[in-house]
Structures are given as structure tokens and as C-alpha cells.
């Protein structure tokens, strides 16, 4: 490792070292700890030399020098003014750690509880699945995440169990000096079980207000392990809406038993620089996956996402459709990679990125990827660049729509497409009334 990348590691060191002495845990999750960050000490931040990371730059977060997060005074009406009424049934967390004083939890079949407590207590659940899929050996994030565990969300949906309510999990960030969460969330599903999941970041400004204002730089830096037992049904959201200054790199993965049918929805509408990583591995027979986003830019924000399908079991499908709109100066990056592994026959797999560039300074960078060790599969993947339909706004204007009131129709039609594909319920109702003010203004 180089000396310049052993200086920009030294702060991370020094928070460890100081973590370690105040973070009492079982002695597995001390173990841990500190095997991960022996390893994200070798691997050193990626670089754009690394495949993986080649549309993105790192140096906005390794520039930059964090402190651990220290608790914070959040009221019940701030919360109440940025969470949606149907999404009552919420745990939430400030600055990375636990607040029971905001959280509502009422999932009757389904035991939630923070991270911490579940620690705490030794629960037999959390040591069994834990760190076990989200391997930390080959990625630098995932190791910086695993050494400093120490809160998040731990839920356990039990057999049979069929969770009426979304399980809203809601992180805020105070943004009042720079600092790191490294939020863990661990989701086990066992089989026949039916559950809606939503991850929510938002920055809550010094003014008491969420927006584009707030006094100091917040890097999340989220692992979320998503165990979805035989036969069970499941939606995951992942919504991203912090200010201009957040720096977001999060990492869903995704295990699938027999017969398990998951939905995974990502939203990224905030953050200067955000890295959004889905990993879902198809691992029983017969399972089946959706993974579906939109992601919106303006000014200078960075948004990357990279998808990581594996077909490990024969007779499994998987669907990836990914919608990104910019403006101003932005820039999207969406990289998806299809693996089949050679047991994986009958696999069927469909990748789709459609993008809309609102501006001449906007930039995407699209790879969709199929690696394919089978011989008897049926993948396809695609991708497409293109701007607003000037004839389909001409013929708007012609029919007496104003031209601000028509870009807004056809942007809220191609968001539309990919809340289509979710399912009827409170976060949809939510969403259909949130989005359409993510999108970007008439400039």
C-alpha cells in the first residue's frame, strides 16, 4: 500500500483504536471488528483503476476527515414532518444509533429490534447470519462497515408471517459536523413469511428542515443483509434523499432460498456522491428477483449504481430495470453485471438502463454485463441514452398544455415507469405523491 493511501487511512485508524475501547460486544463481534479492518487496511479505498469503480471517484470521501457520530436532540414533530403517515410502523435512528424515543414498532410475526440490543442479548439469529453473506475480504466499504458495527436494524420475520404494515426503517443525519454512520441492518425472512421493507436516509439540516442546506458533510456508509427464507415474499425499498453535501455508498445483499421471491427498489434523488450496490444471489431453485430503480441528478451529484446478479440454482429469474434522469452538471453511472454459474440452467435473466438527459453538461456512463458459464439460459440486457421527446412536447403544447406543465407530465411518465413495477400498497401511495417533487424544475 502506498504511503499517501496509508496517510488517508491514519484518521480511520485512530477512530478504530478509539471505537475499540468504548464498543463493549461478544467476543465473535470484537473478532470481527477487527479482522474487518485489518482487511480494509490492505485493500485501501478503490481507485479508478479498479474495475468495479471505474466511472467513480473516491477522493470526495477520502478528502474529507471524519469523526464517529455523537448523539443528537431530535423532536417527534421534526420526524413527523419528513416520514409519511402510512408509514407508522418505523424504527428509527440519529446519527447512526438507535432513538426508541422516535420509534414506533408494532409488527405482530416479526421481532424488531435495534442491532445493538440484538447484540447485546446474543441472539442466536444474529450470530447465525451476521457478516455470513455480505463478505467483507474483497470490498473496502464492507470491511470499513464491519469494523465499526455497533447499531442498525435487526428484523427477524417469523415462519408463516404475513407483516401487514411496511417495516420503515428511518435514518437522519443532523449534519452538524463531519462525521461517519456505518448503519448495519439485518433482515431474516423465514420461509412462507411476507414483509415489506423500506431504508430511508435523510439529512435533517441546522434548521430543522430537510433540503439542499446543512452546515457539514454526513458519509453514510450502509451494509444491509437481506435473508429471504424458502417460499417467502418480500419488498425492499432503499430510499436516498440526504442533502447536496452527503456522501452515500450503501450495499444490499440479497440471499434467496427455494422458492423466495423478492422485489428490491432503489430511489436516489440526494447526496453529492452516491454509490449504490445490489447483490442479490439466487441461490434456491426456483427463485425469483426484481431489481428496479430510478435515480435523479442535477448540478453536480454523483450517482452510481452497481448491480450484481448471481444465478447460482437452475430455473430462476431475474429482472433489472434501471430509469436515470439529469440535469445541469450530473453525472449517472449504472453498471450491472448478470453472472451464471454453470449449475444455474434454465436461468432466465433481463437487464434494461434507460436514461434521460435534460441538459448538454449531464453524463451517463452505462455498462450492462452478462457473464454466462451455463448452456442452456435465455439473457438478454440493453441500454439507451436519449433526451426529452420534442415531439411528443410539441404535440402537448398543440393540445393546449403549458411547455413547464408538459416536461413535467413526460418526466413523471418516465419515473412512472419504474413505480409501475412496484406493488399496491403505502409505499407506493407514498411515493407517487413524493416523487414527482424529486424531479428536477424547469430551469
Not at 428509527?92 to 409488527?107: D, M, Q
Not at 428490491?264 to 447526496?271: A, Y
Amino acid at each position: 500500500m502506498a504511503i499517501a493511501t496509508r496517510q488517508e487511512l491514519q484518521n480511520y485508524l485512530e477512530l478504530f483504536e478509539g471505537f475499540e475501547k468504548r464498543a463493549t460486544a461478544p467476543e465473535f463481534v470484537r473478532k470481527l471488528r477487527q479482522d474487518a479492518f485489518a482487511r480494509f487496511w490492505e485493500l485501501g479505498f478503490p481507485t479508478l483503476k479498479d474495475e468495479d469503480w471505474r466511472f467513480t471517484s473516491v477522493a470526495p470521501i477520502t478528502a474529507q476527515t471524519f469523526d464517529l457520530p455523537q448523539g443528537a436532540s431530535v423532536s417527534q414533530s421534526e420526524i413527523e414532518a419528513i416520514v409519511a403517515p402510512e408509514l407508522s410502523n418505523r424504527i428509527v435512528f440519529v446519527n447512526g444509533r438507535f432513538a426508541p424515543e422516535l420509534s414506533v414498532i408494532a409488527s405482530a410475526g416479526a421481532k424488531v429490534l435495534s442491532l445493538a440490543e440484538a447484540i447485546g442479548t446474543a441472539n442466536p439469529v444474529l450470530q447465525k447470519h451476521l457478516a455470513k453473506h455480505e463478505r467483507f475480504e474483497s470490498d473496502a466499504f464492507t470491511a470499513l462497515n464491519t469494523a465499526f458495527i455497533e447499531d442498525g436494524a435487526f428484523v427477524h420475520v417469523k415462519r408463516g408471517a404475513v407483516i401487514e404494515q411496511p417495516i420503515y426503517i428511518l435514518y437522519v443525519s443532523t449534519g452538524e459536523k463531519p462525521q461517519m454512520v456505518n448503519p448495519r441492518n439485518l433482515i431474516v425472512a423465514d420461509e412462507q413469511s411476507q414483509a415489506v421493507f423500506v431504508e430511508d436516509y435523510v439529512t435533517l439540516s441546522n434548521r430543522g428542515r430537510t433540503g439542499l442546506e446543512s452546515g457539514a458533510t454526513v458519509f453514510s456508509n450502509v451494509v444491509t443483509e437481506l435473508v429471504a427464507g424458502s417460499d417467502s415474499i418480500l419488498s425492499h425499498y432503499m430510499i436516498e434523499r440526504e442533502d447536496a453535501k452527503a456522501l452515500n455508498v450503501s450495499t444490499l445483499n440479497v440471499q434467496l432460498a427455494r422458492g423466495a421471491n423478492v422485489d428490491s427498489h432503489s430511489l436516489l434523488v440526494g447526496g453529492a456522491l452516491v454509490r449504490n450496490n445490489v447483490h442479490p444471489v439466487l441461490a434456491g431453485e426456483g427463485s425469483d428477483c426484481l431489481i428496479n430503480g430510478l435515480f435523479v441528478g442535477n448540478e453536480r451529484q454523483h450517482l452510481d449504481n452497481y448491480m450484481k446478479v448471481e444465478h447460482a440454482s437452475p430455473h430462476c429469474n431475474s429482472r433489472q430495470f434501471y430509469n436515470g434522469i439529469l440535469d445541469g452538471h450530473s453525472r449517472g453511472v449504472f453498471h450491472g453485471r448478470i453472472i451464471v454459474h454453470k449449475d444455474a440452467q434454465k436461468t432466465d435473466a433481463k437487464q434494461t438502463n434507460r436514461n434521460l438527459l435534460l441538459s448538454d453538461n449531464a453524463q451517463i456512463d452505462t455498462k450492462p454485463q452478462l457473464e454466462i458459464y451455463a448452456d442452456d439460459v435465455k439473457c438478454t440486457h440493453g441500454a439507451t441514452i436519449g433526451q426529452m421527446d420534442e415531439e411528443a412536447l410539441f404535440y402537448m403544447r398543440s393540445r393546449g398544455i403549458e411547455e413547464a406543465e408538459a416536461r413535467r407530465l413526460l418526466l413523471f411518465a418516465f419515473a412512472g415507469e419504474c413505480l409501475d413495477r412496484m406493488k399496491p400498497g403505502p409505499v407506493l401511495d407514498w411515493l407517487r405523491l413524493a416523487v414527482p417533487t424529486w424531479l428536477p424544475a424547469k430551469r
